[in-house]
């Protein structure tokens, strides 16, 4: 097995390969050129002992002709190669599962699905893309729920964010548009248009599960103030400016809004006009919320807490890893293409 990238995300996911006797290691793919012929372990927290040493060479791992490679590549830089550097493994016979979006493909077009498509069949080799949101939250866990439905009127799926922690003005202000003026927030702000494509897909697969195919996507943001200043990390939070952001994908299909995806940034919890108080000693912030209007109608609540002390990790970052990792063994078990997870019982609107 080979880890490809180690960012926070690939990190974790490294460090669950070395510490399983399942897996073998063969090895490391950085971009990083600091780290090459670094030992995995250093690389992830634990001891520099494994003897595989991690290399920016992308042909060396190609020739290692793994069983899988676990891609945690950012989609972060200006040249995305991702999708290239996916398809010449999988070419190669190597399996794949990645982290890096590409959740559903025919959300990016046909010219990429069909490129994902020919190159598992060229090298025989399998590709799933895991993650948390979009790969899990919506498409398995929310529309494992409907199962119990007799009839679904409407899903919305809320995944809320404290960032009142990020102490870089520069990311804070300027790129996520925290503490500006509401009006500065829109639907062609820079980061909306990052998150477009991972929301999308989330809609398009949560469709495809209830088997049905959406006739449209609508985009939306909200942008919430409070009258009075507050302090977070960055900074002065001013009063009027942006304290809360909520951007909102709802897909319509029949002619009415069914599936509604809501991604919340928020520097406060003190939020009346969007029904979020201050949070009770010892309680989390609520990473899902997801109402399933329908009969019966369900409200679904995912808290997530830190681990055990001492772990470096954050939970979103481990998530992520861990929903790769653990698709190993069932990836394998598939015959050669596109692997999706399957959703037992769903409800079926078509």
């Known amino acids: ?128 893309a895991a993650g948390e949101n979009p790969g899990f939250m919506f498409e398995r866990l929310v529309a494992t729920v409907t199962g119990l439905s007799k009839t679904v009127d409407r899903i919305d799926l809320y995944e809320a964010t404290d960032v009142s922690g990020v102490d870089s003005r520069p990311m804070l202000f300027d790129l996520m548009g925290m503490g500006r003026p509401p009006a500065d927030v829109s639907i062609d702000s820079p980061i909306v248009k990052k998150l477009d494509i991972a929301y999308r897909q989330a809609l398009n697969a949560t469709a495809d599960v209830l088997g049905i195919e959406l006739d449209s996507v609508e985009v939306s943001v909200d942008a919430t103030t409070l009258p009075h200043d507050i302090e977070v990390k960055a900074g002065t939070i001013e009063a009027g400016t942006v304290v ?73 970052h481990l998530m992520i890893a861990m929903s790769a990792v653990r698709a190993v063994p069932y990836v394998l078990a598939q015959p050669p293409g596109i692997v999706t997870a399957p959703v037992f019982g769903a409800i079926r609107l078509a």
């Open 1 to 128: 097995m080979v880890q490809w990238a180690t960012g926070a995300v690939g990190r974790a996911a490294l460090r669950e390969i070395i510490e399983k006797p399942d897996f073998h290691l063969a090895g490391v793919l950085v971009y990083d050129p600091a780290k090459e012929g670094v030992d995995a372990g250093a690389l992830c927290g634990l001891p520099p002992t494994t003897g595989v040493l991690a290399t920016t060479d992308k042909d060396r791992i190609a020739q290692l002709r793994p069983d899988v490679v676990i891609h945690t590549a950012s989609k972060a830089h200006a040249v995305d190669t991702n999708a290239a550097d996916i398809c010449r493994l999988l070419e190669a016979g190597i399996n794949v599962i990645t982290t890096t979006s590409y959740n559903h493909l025919p959300t990016y077009g046909a010219d990429t699905e069909a490129a994902f498509v020919a190159a598992c069949r060229t090298g025989g080799a399998r590709f799933h």
């Open 244 to 316: 809360g952001q909520r951007f909102s994908w709802v897909g319509h299909w029949a002619g009415r809004a069914l599936l509604a995806i809501h991604e919340e940034w928020v520097l406060t919890r003190d939020l009346p006009q969007w029904g979020l108080s201050p949070l009770k000693p010892g309680e989390n912030v609520p990473l899902i919320r997801a109402e399933i209007r329908g009969d019966p109608s369900f409200t679904l609540q995912l808290d997530v807490g830190d681990g055990p002390s001492g772990t470096e990790t954050m939970p979103g």
